[in-house]
C-alpha cells in the first residue's frame, strides 16, 4: 500500500542489535577458521569436518544477510579467495597427516587439482572483467532503439561475482576433501575437484563466448557514430538535463510530464548512469552520457535548449556548449535562500513561477538581470482543483507535509525537530480531523533528530487509528485491478541480474498511445485508491504514489513549513498554514518570507489550530480568503494562459534565440577555420 494504515504492530527495534550481530559473526568465521586449524594439525577429523562446516554455513550468512562485512574482510586482506583457499589447504594438511607413507605421492594430483581450480577462477575473473568492460557502452538510453548497438542479456549474476562463484564453484572439491576426511576414501576427494575443475571450464567458455565479435555489443567508437547518428534522425529541439544524487530524482520526476507536453522534439540528458532506472515513467527519449567528451557530441546536434531543474557540479560541464541556450527552472520554489541562488547567471535565462521570484531575485542581488527572468508559472499544478467550498463530509482532511532539514542547520527549515509532535496531537485531538502525514523524503537524511521526530509522529498516527473504529469499504477488487494496469504500463520487468545493456534492450522505443494510457491508469488508481480508504482513518504517506498533488486535491488544509509546497499548494486557493520554528516574531517571519502572507502563522506550541480548523470549516470565519487569491497571482501568475501554453512559449522563443545565435556563430567559425587552413597552406 501507498500509507501507513496504522495497523501493523510497531517493529521490533533491530537495529540495536546490528553491532552483537556483526560481532558474533566476525567472531564465528574466526573461531572455525582458528578450530580447522588445530583439527587439520593434531589431526582430528570430527572437529575438523565441523570447522569447516561451519566456515561455510558462515560464509552463507555473510552473502545472504551481512555482505556489509564482506567489504570489511577484503580490507583487511581476507577476501573470500584468500579464506576459500585457507579452508581448502587446511583439509589437504589434515588429509596428508591423515594418510599413511605414500601420502605425498597419493594426494599430489588432488593438489594439482585443486591449483588448476584456482586458476580457472582467476582466468574467470580476468575474463568476466573484460566482459563487463565490452558491456559499458559510453552511452546509456532509454525509450530509444538502440538494437543496432548488439545488446543483448548479461551474463548470469554467476559468473560475474567472484565471491558467488568461488562458493559454487568450489563447494564439490571442499565437499569431496571433506568426505575423504570422514572415509579415507580418496576417490570422494578426486570427484568433488573433478566436479569443480568442470564447472569451472563450463564457466570460461561461457565468458569466453561473450568477447567474440559477433556476440559482444558495439565498441566505444561505433556506440558514438550510432548517438551522433540518432541524435541527427531525432532532431531534438528541448532536453531536460539532470544530474544528482539517488535520493534528488524527484527534482527532475516533476518536469518529467510538461516536458513532454512541449512542442518539438524533447529528451532528456542525464550524467549518472543510475538515474536513468530513477526516471518516473515517461514516453521521453532519455540518453544519459557520463563523459564530458560525449556530452560535448550535443554542440554538434539540432538541441536548442536545455532545461535546468537542480544545479549541480557538472552543470558547469554543459552550459559551456555555446550552440545551446540553457534556463534555470528549479525544482520548486520557496522563500528561502535556494530560491534565488547566485548560480543562477550561469545560464541564459531564469524561468520562475510568478512576479514574486522576480522580486526575489531583485531583491538578493545575486547577479541575475531582470531582463533575464521569465514568468512561466507553475505547469505541474494544472492538475490541482481548485477550492470547492469548506468541507461537507464528516471530516476534514487535513495535509501536514512539512520540508526536510536542509543542510545549513537553520531551525526554520522544519517544524518536524520543534513542532512536528505537538501540530500532530492537536490535529488528532479533534476527533472531526482526518489527517494526511506526508514527510519530505529527505527527512533525517542530515540531522538525526528529524529522522527520530518523524518516527514518533508516524506512531502517533497509528496510535490514533488504534483508538478509532468505523466501516471500511467493502474490497471489489477495483485497486488491486488498477494497480496491476499501472504497473504494467509504468513498469520495467528485469531479471535479477540485469546490467545496464540488459534493461536498454528491455526499455526500448515505447509502443504509440503509452502515454495516454498511462495517463488514464494513474487517475483510474488515484480513484481507486482513495476509494478503498475509509474516510475516518488517518494516513502516512510515503510511497512514490499516491503524489503530492493527489494529496492537494483530497485536503480540506494544509500545515507546512516555508517551502515549494505552500506555493504549490496556493494553485488550489484552498486555506493553509506554516508553522513558525524560525524563532522569529509573527510579524518578523511575514515580513521575511512572502508565501506566509496569505497563511496562519503556528507557534511551536500548536496554538490557535482550533480556530484554523474552525476557519476552514465555516467560510465566514475565513479572513484570509482575498488574501490567498492575491498571493496566488503575485507567486503563480495569471490563470490565463495557462501555465503549460506559457511555458511552452518561453521554450519556442527561447528557441529561436538559439537559432539566431547559431546562425551568427556558423559563419565567423567558417571564416575561422578558411583562416587557419590559408595560414598553414604551403608557401603562406
Same mark, same amino acid.
Given at each position: 500500500m501507498?500509507?501507513?494504515?496504522?495497523?501493523?504492530?510497531?517493529?521490533?527495534?533491530?537495529?540495536?542489535?546490528?553491532?552483537?550481530?556483526?560481532?558474533?559473526?566476525? %567472531?564465528?568465521?574466526?573461531?572455525?577458521?582458528?578450530?580447522?586449524?588445530?583439527?587439520?594439525?593434531?589431526?582430528?577429523?570430527p572437529?575438523?569436518?565441523?570447522?569447516?562446516?561451519?566456515?561455510?554455513?558462515?560464509?552463507?550468512?555473510?552473502?545472504?544477510?551481512?555482505?556489509?562485512?564482506?567489504?570489511?574482510?577484503?580490507?583487511?586482506?581476507?577476501?573470500?579467495?584468500?579464506?576459500?583457499?585457507?579452508?581448502?589447504?587446511?583439509?589437504v594438511?589434515?588429509?596428508?597427516?591423515?594418510?599413511?607413507?605414500?601420502?605425498?605421492?597419493?594426494?599430489?594430483?588432488?593438489?594439482?587439482?585443486?591449483?588448476a581450480?584456482y586458476?580457472?577462477?582467476c582466468?574467470?575473473?580476468?575474463?568476466?572483467?573484460?566482459?563487463?568492460?565490452t558491456?559499458?557502452?559510453? @552511452?546509456?538510453?532509454r525509450?530509444?532503439?538502440?538494437?543496432?548497438?548488439?545488446?543483448?542479456?548479461?551474463?548470469?549474476?554467476?559468473?560475474?561475482?567472484?565471491?558467488?562463484?568461488?562458493?559454487? +564453484?568450489?563447494?564439490? #572439491?571442499?565437499?569431496?576433501l571433506?568426505?575423504?576426511?570422514a572415509?579415507?576414501?580418496?576417490?570422494?576427494?578426486?570427484?568433488?575437484?573433478?566436479?569443480s575443475?568442470?564447472?569451472?571450464?563450463?564457466g570460461?567458455c561461457?565468458?569466453?563466448?561473450?568477447?567474440?565479435p559477433?556476440?559482444?555489443?558495439?565498441?566505444?567508437?561505433? #556506440?558514438?557514430?550510432?548517438?551522433?547518428?540518432?541524435?541527427?534522425?531525432?532532431?531534438?529541439?528541448?532536453?531536460?538535463?539532470?544530474?544528482?544524487?539517488?535520493?534528488?530524482?524527484?527534482?527532475?520526476?516533476?518536469?518529467?510530464?510538461?516536458?513532454?507536453?512541449?512542442?518539438?522534439?524533447?529528451l532528456?540528458v542525464?550524467?549518472?548512469?543510475?538515474? @536513468?532506472?530513477?526516471?518516473?515513467?515517461?514516453?521521453?527519449?532519455?540518453?544519459?552520457?557520463?563523459?564530458?567528451?560525449?556530452?560535448?557530441?550535443?554542440?554538434?546536434?539540432?538541441?536548442?535548449?536545455?532545461?535546468?531543474?537542480?544545479?549541480?557540479?557538472?552543470?558547469s560541464?554543459?552550459?559551456?556548449?555555446?550552440?545551446?541556450?540553457?534556463? +534555470?527552472?528549479?525544482h520548486?520554489?520557496?522563500?528561502?535562500?535556494?530560491?534565488?541562488?547566485?548560480?543562477?547567471? %550561469?545560464?541564459?535565462?531564469?524561468?520562475?513561477?510568478?512576479p514574486?521570484?522576480?522580486?526575489?531575485?531583485?531583491? #538578493?542581488?545575486?547577479?541575475?538581470?531582470?531582463?533575464?527572468?521569465?514568468?512561466?508559472?507553475?505547469?505541474?499544478?494544472?492538475?490541482?482543483?481548485?477550492?470547492?467550498?469548506?468541507?461537507?463530509?464528516?471530516?476534514?482532511?487535513?495535509?501536514?507535509?512539512?520540508?526536510?532539514? *536542509?543542510?545549513?542547520?537553520?531551525?526554520?527549515?522544519?517544524?518536524v525537530?520543534?513542532?512536528?509532535?505537538?501540530?500532530?496531537?492537536?490535529?488528532?485531538?479533534?476527533?472531526?480531523?482526518?489527517?494526511?502525514?506526508?514527510?519530505?523524503?529527505?527527512?533525517?537524511s542530515?540531522?538525526?533528530?528529524?529522522?527520530?521526530?518523524?518516527?514518533?509522529?508516524?506512531?502517533?498516527?497509528?496510535?490514533?487509528?488504534?483508538?478509532?473504529?468505523?466501516?471500511?469499504?467493502?474490497?471489489? *477488487?477495483?485497486?488491486?485491478r488498477?494497480? =496491476?494496469?499501472?504497473?504494467?504500463?509504468?513498469?520495467?520487468?528485469?531479471?535479477? *541480474?540485469?546490467?545496464?545493456?540488459?534493461?536498454?534492450?528491455a526499455?526500448?522505443?515505447?509502443?504509440?498511445?503509452?502515454?495516454?494510457?498511462?495517463?488514464?491508469?494513474? =487517475?483510474?488508481?488515484?480513484?481507486?485508491?482513495?476509494?478503498?480508504?475509509?474516510?475516518?482513518?488517518?494516513?502516512?504517506?510515503?510511497?512514490?504514489?499516491?503524489?503530492?498533488?493527489?494529496? +492537494?486535491?483530497?485536503?480540506?488544509?494544509?500545515?507546512?513549513d516555508?517551502?515549494?509546497?505552500?506555493?504549490?499548494?496556493?494553485?488550489?486557493?484552498?486555506?493553509?498554514?506554516?508553522?513558525n520554528?524560525?524563532?522569529?516574531?509573527?510579524?518578523?517571519?511575514?515580513?521575511?518570507?512572502p508565501?506566509?502572507?496569505?497563511?496562519?502563522?503556528?507557534?511551536?506550541?500548536?496554538?490557535?489550530?482550533?480556530?484554523?480548523?474552525?476557519?476552514?470549516?465555516?467560510?465566514?470565519?475565513?479572513?484570509?480568503?482575498?488574501?490567498?487569491?492575491?498571493?496566488?497571482?503575485?507567486?503563480?501568475?495569471?490563470?490565463?494562459p495557462?501555465?503549460?501554453?506559457?511555458f511552452?512559449?518561453?521554450?519556442?522563443?527561447?528557441?529561436?534565440?538559439?537559432?539566431?545565435?547559431?546562425?551568427?556563430?556558423?559563419?565567423?567559425?567558417?571564416d575561422?577555420?578558411?583562416?587557419?587552413?590559408s595560414?598553414?597552406?604551403?608557401?603562406?
Amino acid at each position: 500500500m501507498s500509507a501507513d494504515l496504522g495497523v501493523t504492530a510497531v517493529p521490533f527495534p533491530l537495529s540495536r542489535f546490528r553491532i552483537p550481530v556483526k560481532v558474533l559473526t566476525v %567472531a564465528a568465521m574466526a573461531v572455525a577458521l582458528c578450530a580447522q586449524a588445530v583439527a587439520a594439525l593434531r589431526p582430528h577429523v570430527p572437529l575438523l569436518i565441523a570447522a569447516t562446516v561451519l566456515s561455510l554455513a558462515v560464509e552463507g550468512v555473510l552473502y545472504r544477510w551481512q555482505p556489509g562485512i564482506l567489504s570489511v574482510f577484503a580490507k583487511s586482506h581476507m577476501d573470500i579467495t584468500v579464506r576459500h583457499v585457507v579452508r581448502d589447504l587446511l583439509l589437504v594438511v589434515g588429509l596428508l597427516l591423515l594418510g599413511g607413507q605414500d601420502r605425498e605421492s597419493a594426494y599430489a594430483p588432488l593438489v594439482a587439482g585443486l591449483l588448476a581450480f584456482y586458476a580457472l577462477h582467476c582466468m574467470i575473473q580476468a575474463v568476466s572483467v573484460l566482459v563487463r568492460r565490452t558491456r559499458t557502452l559510453p @552511452v546509456v538510453t532509454r525509450n530509444i532503439d538502440a538494437s543496432a548497438l548488439r545488446l543483448s542479456p548479461a551474463p548470469p549474476v554467476l559468473l560475474r561475482r567472484p565471491g558467488h562463484r568461488l562458493l559454487a +564453484f568450489g563447494l564439490p #572439491a571442499t565437499a569431496g576433501l571433506l568426505a575423504t576426511a570422514a572415509t579415507a576414501d580418496r576417490r570422494w576427494a578426486a570427484l568433488g575437484i573433478a566436479l569443480s575443475l568442470g564447472l569451472a571450464v563450463l564457466g570460461l567458455c561461457a565468458l569466453l563466448l561473450r568477447l567474440l565479435p559477433s556476440r559482444r555489443p558495439a565498441t566505444e567508437q561505433q #556506440a558514438l557514430d550510432w548517438l551522433d547518428t540518432w541524435l541527427a534522425e531525432y532532431r531534438p529541439t528541448v532536453g531536460l538535463y539532470f544530474s544528482g544524487g539517488p535520493s534528488s530524482a524527484y527534482q527532475a520526476n516533476m518536469w518529467l510530464e510538461p516536458l513532454a507536453k512541449l512542442e518539438g522534439r524533447p529528451l532528456i540528458v542525464l550524467r549518472e548512469r543510475f538515474m @536513468v532506472q530513477k526516471l518516473a515513467p515517461t514516453d521521453v527519449p532519455v540518453i544519459c552520457l557520463p563523459k564530458v567528451s560525449t556530452l560535448m557530441r550535443l554542440e554538434q546536434s539540432t538541441l536548442q535548449v536545455l532545461i535546468h531543474p537542480s544545479n549541480s557540479g557538472k552543470t558547469s560541464q554543459v552550459v559551456r556548449i555555446p550552440t545551446i541556450k540553457h534556463t +534555470f527552472v528549479n525544482h520548486g520554489e520557496s522563500d528561502k535562500l535556494s530560491s534565488c541562488n547566485p548560480y543562477a547567471k %550561469a545560464y541564459d535565462e531564469v524561468w520562475v513561477a510568478g512576479p514574486a521570484a522576480r522580486e526575489r531575485y531583485a531583491l #538578493a542581488e545575486v547577479g541575475v538581470e531582470d531582463k533575464d527572468v521569465v514568468e512561466i508559472g507553475r505547469p505541474q499544478l494544472d492538475a490541482v482543483r481548485p477550492y470547492a467550498g469548506p468541507p461537507t463530509g464528516t471530516y476534514t482532511t487535513v495535509l501536514y507535509a512539512p520540508t526536510w532539514e *536542509g543542510w545549513d542547520g537553520n531551525p526554520g527549515n522544519t517544524s518536524v525537530i520543534e513542532a512536528g509532535e505537538n501540530l500532530v496531537r492537536a490535529l488528532l485531538a479533534d476527533p472531526g480531523v482526518r489527517l494526511l502525514y506526508k514527510p519530505h523524503p529527505l527527512t533525517g537524511s542530515v540531522d538525526p533528530r528529524a529522522g527520530a521526530a518523524d518516527l514518533r509522529i508516524r506512531e502517533l498516527v497509528r496510535a490514533a487509528n488504534r483508538e478509532r473504529s468505523g466501516t471500511r469499504p467493502a474490497d471489489d *477488487g477495483e485497486l488491486g485491478r488498477v494497480t =496491476a494496469e499501472l504497473d504494467r504500463l509504468t513498469t520495467s520487468v528485469f531479471r535479477s *541480474g540485469a546490467d545496464q545493456v540488459e534493461r536498454m534492450l528491455a526499455q526500448s522505443a515505447p509502443g504509440a498511445g503509452r502515454a495516454d494510457a498511462v495517463a488514464r491508469a494513474t =487517475a483510474a488508481w488515484d480513484e481507486a485508491y482513495w476509494a478503498s480508504l475509509p474516510e475516518w482513518e488517518h494516513q502516512i504517506v510515503t510511497e512514490a504514489r499516491p503524489a503530492l498533488y493527489s494529496c +492537494f486535491n483530497r485536503a480540506d488544509l494544509l500545515v507546512s513549513d516555508v517551502s515549494s509546497v505552500v506555493s504549490d499548494f496556493l494553485a488550489s486557493g484552498k486555506p493553509y498554514a506554516v508553522a513558525n520554528t524560525s524563532g522569529l516574531a509573527e510579524d518578523v517571519f511575514r515580513k521575511a518570507f512572502p508565501t506566509v502572507r496569505a497563511a496562519t502563522v503556528l507557534t511551536p506550541d500548536a496554538a490557535g489550530i482550533k480556530e484554523l480548523l474552525e476557519s476552514v470549516r465555516d467560510p465566514e470565519r475565513d479572513e484570509l480568503a482575498d488574501a490567498r487569491a492575491e498571493l496566488k497571482r503575485q507567486l503563480l501568475g495569471p490563470d490565463e494562459p495557462s501555465s503549460q501554453e506559457r511555458f511552452n512559449a518561453a521554450v519556442q522563443q527561447l528557441c529561436s534565440a538559439a537559432e539566431e545565435r547559431r546562425a551568427r556563430m556558423i559563419p565567423v567559425q567558417r571564416d575561422e577555420t578558411a583562416a587557419a587552413a590559408s595560414s598553414a597552406a604551403p608557401g603562406a
